[in-house]
């Protein structure tokens, strides 16, 4: 990296570190971690009907801090085995 390029990324992280990354590169970031988050949720071994919960909570913070809309149906078996879609 040359030293003009080297103080165009430093000025870059400055602005970023004072005032956050802009929208679109935090939507970007939200939406590649989106689906982490769920495939993590949705593995866990004893996930149940609070997973969609969890799910909703989360998708709500994505709306309303980054502007991000999804949609996510989850679905998992209760105890007599049954598939049940949480709402």
Same mark, same amino acid.
């Given at each position: 990296?040359?030293?003009?390029?080297?103080?165009? /990324?430093?000025? $870059?992280?400055?602005?970023? &570190?004072?005032? *956050? +990354? +802009?929208?679109?590169?935090?939507?970007?970031?939200?939406? /590649?971690? =989106? *689906? !982490? %988050? $769920?495939? $993590? =949720?949705?593995?866990? !071994?004893?996930?149940?009907?609070?997973? *969609?919960? /969890?799910?909703?909570?989360?998708?709500?913070?994505?709306?309303?801090? =980054? *502007? %991000?809309?999804?949609?996510?149906?989850?679905? /998992?078996?209760?105890?007599?085995?049954?598939? &049940?879609?949480?709402?």
């Amino acid at each position: 990296m040359d030293d003009d390029e080297m103080a165009r /990324y430093t000025v $870059l992280a400055e602005k970023w &570190k004072a005032e *956050g +990354p +802009p929208k679109e590169i935090q939507r970007r970031y939200a939406c /590649y971690h =989106l *689906g !982490r %988050v $769920l495939s $993590l =949720l949705t593995m866990h !071994r004893e996930a149940t009907e609070k997973t *969609g919960k /969890y799910v909703m909570t989360f998708l709500n913070q994505m709306k309303k801090n =980054l *502007g %991000v809309h999804a949609v996510v149906f989850v679905a /998992y078996q209760d105890e007599d085995e049954k598939i &049940k879609i949480s709402e």
